[in-house]
């Protein structure tokens, strides 16, 4: 989906080498309330490697940390192998983080994928992860608003329209994993 980004606002996205057979890329990414810049991809970079390696599966090597606007990019690129060494799923499957912003609407909530960090042992054969695997992603993702928070760059809902992004206000890590793909439009 092509994203509308205004002004002091940014898409940014971890982009890892292939898992699958297949060859395909997995990307995951949010949106946040500041233009792009060095300092805040170096930032990323280190919580990064602190808070989500130790929990990713090995598989999964993060090659590049990219920080957009449309009309400025910074980017990382890096080799960073995950340190979990229990099965991981399906690389389809990741955990869900839901996004709202407290209006009504569609408009005005979002998801995140975060791959990698759903062991096979760490959820039920429906794909459903068990209570401390959830509290394990929700500090996580609690760790990284706290970054983007410290840095005045607070997570945002991005629109494909040219309506200003909407912040968040809050999320929930959903018990079932999802599937990230592409939808189409009918």
């Known amino acids: 989906m092509t994203y509308v980004i205004p002004g002091n606002n940014a898409r940014v ?19 946040c309330a500041q ?9 990323l970079e280190a919580w990064y490697v602190a808070e989500y390696v130790p929990h990713c599966n090995e598989d999964y090597v993060l090659e590049r940390i990219e920080m957009r606007s449309d009309s400025l990019v910074f980017d990382s690129v890096v080799s960073i192998p995950g340190e979990e060494d229990a099965p991981a799923a399906p690389p389809g499957s990741s955990a869900l983080i839901s996004l709202s912003s407290g209006l009504p609407g569609r408009s005005n ?13 760490r959820m039920n054969n429906k794909g459903q992860m068990f209570d401390a695997q959830r509290l394990l992603i929700g500090d996580i993702f609690t ?13 945002v809902i991005l629109h494909s329209t ?4 909407t912040p968040v ?18």
């Not at 040219?162 to 992004?165: E, F, L, Q, T």
């Open 13 to 31: 996205s971890f982009t890892y080498a292939p898992v699958s057979p297949s060859g395909s890329r997995i990307t995951w990414g949010f949106g």
């Open 143 to 155: 760790s990284l608003e706290t970054l983007l928070d410290g840095l005045s760059a607070g997570l």
């Open 109 to 121: 909530r979002g998801r995140v994928f975060l791959p990698g960090v759903t062991p096979e042992d």
């Open 162 to 165: 040219s309506s200003d992004p």
């Open 35 to 43: 233009a792009p810049n060095p300092t805040t991809v170096a930032e």
């Open 169 to 186: 206000t809050s999320w929930t890590v959903q018990a079932l994993t999802a599937t990230q793909r592409r939808r189409l439009r009918r």
